[in-house]
């Protein structure tokens, strides 16, 4: 119950437009990406627009990332 509240919150943070810091592990935010033209795979000269949309996203901390990475080495 704690997590799915907590989860809740942040959700509802994100809707709102604010970034969440959390030090060491990461930070969530909302941006807009941009409108961008892409390829049928099948019929590679058609083109397909891409509408601009906004999305949430995660990048992870230094210390976060540095624990992700060493776990690769093992």
Known sequence: ???????????????????LEFREFG???VV??????GRNPK???IDIVIPEKTVARFKAGRK???LVKESERK
């Not at 119950?1 to 942040?10: C, D, E, R, Y």
């Open 1 to 19: 119950m704690i997590i799915k509240g907590f989860l809740a919150g942040v959700m509802e943070s994100l809707v709102e437009g604010n970034r």
């Open 27 to 29: 930070v969530f935010d």
């Open 32 to 37: 807009k990406r941009k409108q961008k033209i």
């Open 43 to 45: 019929k590679a000269s």
């Open 64 to 66: 976060m990332a540095k």
